[in-house]
T-cell receptor, first 110, second 111 residues
Framework: DVKVTQSSRYLVKRTGEKVFLECVQD?????MFWYRQDPGLGLRLIYF???????EKGDIPEGYSVSREKKERFSLILESASTNQTSMYLC?????????FGNGTRLTVT | GENVEQHPSTLSVQEGDSAVIKCTYS??????FPWYKQELGKRPQLIID?????GEKKDQRIAVTLNKTAKHFSLHITETQPEDSAVYFC??????????FGAGTTVTVRA
């Protein structure tokens, strides 16, 4: 069974802090994704990566960056956290389709 | 990217009745349409998917239909049970491997 692990289930950060959200998958998948989930908006793609050190912007990349130094690990970085980045963040991986999601990180920025 | 619209946003059904959720998409090149179920506090999980070379797919009590001409697809749940209560998301693929999701439908099955 595919396992996608997000390092934190809950995070509380202050405005202006640099925030790292970590995601690890154990199935040697090429593709990894970061989504943001907000009520009434569904899941929106922030960034994805199709190979080590390769990344591509999704639909809402502003205020975020990513890092993929190893195939199994994909990090989402909030350079300077803002209150409008309070949300549920979901990491996913796939060989092609479908997506396998992690449990999510609920980030609160105060 | 792809624009996926999902209706209704909430759906309440009596146990044993059927539930139908409808989605439309904008990119005619989309060829893969998965449905995810998310129970409260849990991750979204794939329940069924369909590719553009078929018009219908069924798995026990759930089925998905696809109309490529009209660019819409639907999820059908028959004989609903309390454990079907969850949020359901439709999605469509674009640019080969990006998934664009609908806003979600909260399904409540009344006992």
């Amino acid at each position: 069974d595919v396992k996608v692990t997000q390092s934190s289930r809950y995070l509380v950060k202050r405005t202006g802090e640099k925030v790292f959200l970590e995601c690890v998958q154990d199935m040697d998948h090429e593709n990894m994704f970061w989504y943001r989930q907000d009520p009434g908006l569904g899941l929106r793609l922030i960034y994805f990566s199709y190979d080590v050190k390769m990344k591509e912007k999704g639909d809402i990349p502003e205020g975020y960056s990513v890092s993929r130094e190893k195939k199994e690990r994909f990090s989402l970085i909030l350079e300077s956290a803002s209150t409008n980045q309070t949300s549920m963040y979901l990491c996913a991986s796939s060989p092609s389709s479908p997506l396998h999601f992690g449990n999510g990180t609920r980030l609160t920025v105060t | 990217g792809e624009n996926v619209e999902q209706h209704p946003s909430t759906l309440s059904v009596q146990e044993g009745d059927s539930a139908v959720i409808k989605c439309t998409y904008s990119d005619s090149a989309s060829n893969y349409f998965p449905w995810y179920k998310q129970e409260l506090g849990k991750r979204p999980q794939l329940i069924i998917d369909i590719r553009s070379n078929v018009g219908e797919k069924k798995d026990q009590r759930i089925a998905v239909t696809l109309n490529k001409t009209a660019k819409h697809f639907s999820l059908h749940i028959t004989e609903t049970q309390p454990e079907d209560s969850a949020v359901y998301f439709c999605a469509a693929i674009y640019n080969d491997y990006k998934l664009s999701f609908g806003a979600g439908t909260t399904v409540t099955v009344r006992a």
